[in-house]
């Protein structure tokens, strides 16, 4: 192990140590609230370009598994944490090339996060000869996480099938799915096809149901694909998870913006408009859809009052901004993907 730190574009400076590959990685600092699930944290396409502070003390103390991939890589850049819990976590990391950190002030870095909001930093693995205020310089040229189109980085390039032994067809446009929606999909009776998030209203029509999925990103650019989501609606099922609730508000005519720092974690709790039933839910987004007061709106946060849903009946589509397949945890909203499924006829 060597010293290392991480530096946030404001200037602030914290001292850790080095436990899994050298080098500086540069991204957006956020952080995650979750206990467990750190393996399925990193694997998932939605953290692309980040910079990850764990809040739990202890990371890495159950050790990794293939079992537990969202994806078969890590798109985290970097892994702050207060205290590396075990060697094949560090290793793991290393073998990657995940720059991670452990003896950092995680309270004090999610306090500057939560005061300053998400912000560029950099995760210096080994000091070397990069000085604390030359990766600062060097931060404060990298692009902010506004803007930035990111789904074509982690989308798949061809379809594919998960699996062909249900009772209807869906398809994931992957604009960066995590494995674990694809399971719960299947467990509940579809046969899956994982399709590119460049694919058109054409190719999904004919699909008995459409799951858009989460992904990385500032959701306005694609402009593509909320066209290619306003001319599928009325054509078949339509269900949105994260990201893809996101581009189902665009194309139903809302407005996305950025929030401050996020919701990332596995405790997030969610009002069901419709039943008064609070939900707690897994979440990782850093944009949400802006509130116009609409009927359509189904889930709402209880942390700050931002939309978490949408049903449109007369579209045959509906969202959710929160994460119902749970990987990892909570299962409050297991049942969401079932009752879609359920509902869907086949052609």
């Known amino acids: 192990m060597s010293s290392g730190y991480i530096a946030l574009e404001d200037g602030t400076v914290l001292a850790g140590r080095s436990v ?12 995650t609230t979750a206990m467990t699930g750190y393996q399925e944290t990193v694997t ?8 990850v502070t764990f809040t739990a003390p202890m ?29 094949a976590w560090a290793e793991w990391l290393a073998t990657h090339g995940v720059v991670a950190l452990e003896d950092v002030d995680t309270r004090m870095l999610v306090l500057r996060i939560r005061e300053a909001g998400a912000m560029r930093a950099a995760v210096v693995g080994d000091e070397g000869e990069l000085n604390a205020a030359a990766a600062i310089d060097l931060i404060r040229q990298q692009p902010s996480m506004e803007g930035q189109a990111l789904v074509s980085t ?16 869906v398809a994931v446009v992957d604009y960066g799915a995590k494995a674990s929606i694809m399971r719960r999909l299947q467990r509940a009776g579809a046969s899956v096809t994982v399709v590119p998030h460049a694919a058109s209203a054409d190719d999904l029509a004919g699909y008995d149901g459409v799951l858009l999925s989460n992904g990385p990103g500032d959701p306005e650019p694609l402009v593509d694909e909320v066209a290619a989501i306003r001319d599928l609606l009325g054509r078949t099922s339509v269900l949105g998870i994260c990201l893809g609730h996101q581009l189902l508000g665009l194309a139903t005519g809302h407005e996305t913006y950025k929030l401050p720092f996020g919701h990332r974690g596995t405790n997030h709790p969610v009002l069901e408009r419709a039943t008064g039933r609070v939900l707690v839910t897994s979440q990782n987004h850093g944009f949400a859809v802006a509130a116009t007061g609409d009927r359509e709106a189904t889930y709402v946060s209880l942390y700050d009052g931002t939309v978490e849903g949408f049903d449109y009946p007369e579209l045959n589509a509906r969202s959710v901004q929160f994460h119902p397949e749970a990987g990892p945890g909570t299962h409050d909203a297991w049942p969401i993907l079932e009752r879609w499924v359920e509902g869907l006829q086949p052609a």
């Open 20 to 31: 899994a590959a050298p080098g500086i990685a540069f991204g957006e600092a956020v952080f």
């Open 44 to 51: 998932d396409p939605s953290f692309a370009g980040q910079l």
């Open 59 to 87: 990371i890495g103390n159950y050790g990794v598994a293939d079992g537990r991939l969202e994806s078969p890589q890590p798109w985290v850049k970097g892994v702050l944490m207060r205290r590396c819990g075990g060697v």
């Open 154 to 169: 982690v989308s798949s390039v061809a379809p594919r099938r998960f699996n062909d032994n249900g009772r209807v067809r």
